[in-house]
């Protein structure tokens, strides 16, 4: 089976509009939670999310490609734009199309265009919806939308596993190249979760935090909403070795698990397992991971359960690995976390710099690792993970080295 590398990446963030500029942010500590913008916030008890400001739809679609487009599509396919832009690569080739693969993940779909269209008809009592409603919520759209814009026409569909949905898509997407069914693959996540309805339903859970996202930190009161896309371009090596692509890491493994237990509290266990399947497929050791980019969401079952899970799988090397969560900086963006996690990941190999886990005040007792807190880290990092553990005990991981290695 080839070895698989990265060779774009793009990225609409809290952080940034691009993927240099959130990298960027993530290394400078910026946090972008704030009082939510976009939607009115008097009814809701937390009014704070990480939002992307600045995004102009109007600068990148023409009217009737708009019309076409849920704010979740339009993350995903800018964010594609700029990741196929940097592979150099022309997808709409009769030679490269039919080997191109598209898989994208999110956990909710079109959820503005859901959250509308009930407006109209519960609220203004308007039993007309806009004609292109369910082509704009179906949680393919994005997948579909980059395959026309770019002229893919290999395998082309969509993941949705609440928060491991982005990890769930490019593990995906590695598995159909290193299969053979595929030499490229666009793949990564995207989510505008950002709603009225949507803010409401999390509250209604009780693991949204008041102040602000604090993972792993003893002060820590839940999670901060997010939103944005991550999409990237994944390459069989001996193909980007063959145009002389320039090679941004390697995608060394994946692993996936299920607790097979409670719906919404997570399981050391599985995510240990998941953590052991992606070291063991990548042919890395423990001791060869140098930085983790943790689910991390900052509430008080997720953190202390990822830290033991982090112990389980890499046993005495746990106290000498750094573990960040980002979503302290943008939040936690459900379907799209892991993809614009994974740029962290490729910052952290490419630049040997460890992001921060800001707003961290007091450590947590049973939270007993490195969380690089509060300011990035310069060091090298030869391998690293990226985490997604879901609701539902779904669990994702990434093992990615240096390149080269």
Same mark, same amino acid.
């Given at each position: 089976?080839?070895?698989?590398?990265?060779?774009?990446?793009?990225? =609409?963030?809290? *952080?940034?509009? &691009? %993927?240099?500029?959130?990298?960027?942010? $993530?290394?400078? #500590? /910026?946090?972008?939670? @704030?009082?939510?913008?976009?939607?009115?916030?008097?009814?809701?008890?937390?009014?704070?999310?990480?939002?992307?400001?600045?995004?102009?739809?109007?600068?990148?679609?023409?009217?009737?490609?708009?019309?076409?487009?849920?704010?979740?599509?339009?993350?995903?396919?800018?964010?594609?734009?700029?990741?196929?832009?940097?592979?150099?690569?022309?997808?709409?080739?009769?030679?490269?199309?039919?080997?191109?693969?598209?898989?994208?993940?999110?956990?909710?779909?079109?959820?503005?265009?859901?959250?509308?269209?009930?407006?109209?008809?519960?609220?203004?009592?308007?039993?007309?919806?806009?004609?292109?409603? =369910?082509?704009? *919520?179906?949680? &393919? %759209?994005?997948?579909?939308?980059?395959? $026309?814009?770019? #002229? /893919?026409?290999?395998? @082309?569909?969509?993941?949705?596993?609440?928060?491991?949905?982005?990890?769930?898509?490019?593990?995906?997407?590695?598995?159909?190249?290193?299969?053979?069914?595929?030499?490229?693959?666009?793949?990564?996540?995207?989510?505008?979760?950002?709603?009225?309805?949507?803010?409401?339903?999390?509250?209604?859970?009780?693991?949204?935090?008041?102040?602000?996202?604090?993972?792993?930190?003893?002060?820590?009161?839940?999670?901060?909403?997010?939103?944005?896309?991550?999409?990237?371009?994944?390459?069989?090596?001996?193909?980007?070795?063959?145009?002389?692509?320039?090679?941004?890491?390697?995608?060394?493994?994946?692993?996936?698990?299920?607790?097979?237990?409670?719906?919404?509290?997570?399981?050391?266990?599985?995510?240990?397992?998941?953590?052991?399947? @992606?070291?063991?497929?990548?042919?890395?050791?423990?001791?060869?991971?140098?930085?983790?980019?943790?689910?991390?969401?900052?509430?008080?079952?997720?953190?202390?359960?990822?830290?033991?899970?982090?112990?389980?799988?890499?046993?005495?090397?746990?106290?000498?690995?750094?573990?960040?969560?980002?979503?302290?900086?943008?939040?936690?963006?459900?379907?799209?976390?892991?993809?614009?996690?994974?740029?962290?990941?490729?910052?952290?190999?490419?630049?040997?710099?460890?992001?921060?886990?800001?707003?961290?005040?007091?450590?947590?007792?049973?939270?007993?690792?490195?969380?690089?807190?509060?300011?990035?880290?310069?060091?090298?990092?030869?391998?690293?993970?990226?985490?997604?553990?879901?609701?539902?005990?779904?669990?994702?991981?990434?093992?990615?080295?240096?390149?080269?290695?």
């Amino acid at each position: 089976m080839p070895r698989v590398v990265v060779t774009g990446m793009g990225s =609409i963030s809290p *952080l940034g509009l &691009n %993927a240099r500029d959130t990298w960027k942010a $993530m290394c400078e #500590g /910026v946090c972008a939670i @704030a009082p939510i913008e976009s939607i009115p916030r008097d009814t809701l008890r937390f009014g704070i999310a990480a939002e992307v400001h600045d995004f102009d739809p109007q600068a990148h679609f023409d009217p009737k490609r708009l019309i076409l487009l849920d704010r979740f599509s339009q993350f995903a396919l800018v964010a594609a734009a700029e990741a196929i832009a940097q592979s150099g690569l022309a997808l709409d080739s009769p030679e490269l199309s039919p080997r191109t693969a598209c898989v994208i993940g999110t956990g909710i779909g079109g959820e503005l265009t859901h959250d509308e269209s009930a407006r109209r008809m519960y609220a203004e009592g308007n039993p007309r919806l806009h004609p292109l409603t =369910i082509v704009r *919520l179906m949680a &393919n %759209a994005p997948s579909s939308q980059i395959s $026309m814009a770019f #002229g /893919v026409r290999g395998p @082309a569909y969509a993941v949705s596993s609440a928060c491991a949905s982005s990890n769930h898509a490019i593990a995906q997407a590695f598995d159909l190249i290193r299969n053979g069914r595929a030499d490229v693959a666009i793949s990564g996540g995207s989510e505008a979760c950002i709603s009225l309805g949507g803010m409401r339903a999390w509250e209604a859970m009780r693991v949204l935090a008041d102040d602000t996202c604090r993972p792993f930190s003893k002060q820590r009161h839940g999670l901060v909403l997010g939103e944005g896309a991550g999409i990237f371009v994944l390459e069989a090596l001996p193909h980007a070795q063959a145009r002389g692509a320039t090679i941004l890491a390697e995608l060394a493994g994946v692993g996936q698990s299920a607790d097979a237990g409670d719906i919404v509290y997570p399981s050391a266990a599985g995510a240990a397992a998941a953590i052991r399947g @992606a070291l063991d497929d990548g042919g890395l050791n423990a001791d060869q991971v140098d930085y983790i980019n943790a689910h991390g969401t900052g509430t008080l079952a997720n953190d202390c359960t990822e830290t033991r899970a982090i112990h389980l799988a890499l046993g005495s090397h746990a106290q000498r690995v750094a573990v960040s969560s980002t979503k302290s900086m943008h939040g936690h963006a459900l379907g799209a976390a892991g993809a614009i996690e994974l740029i962290a990941v490729l910052g952290a190999l490419r630049d040997g710099v460890a992001p921060p886990t800001v707003n961290f005040i007091d450590p947590d007792p049973e939270c007993d690792l490195d969380y690089v807190p509060n300011l990035a880290r310069e060091m090298p990092v030869r391998a690293a993970l990226s985490h997604s553990f879901a609701f539902g005990g779904l669990n994702a991981v990434l093992a990615l080295r240096r390149w080269p290695n």
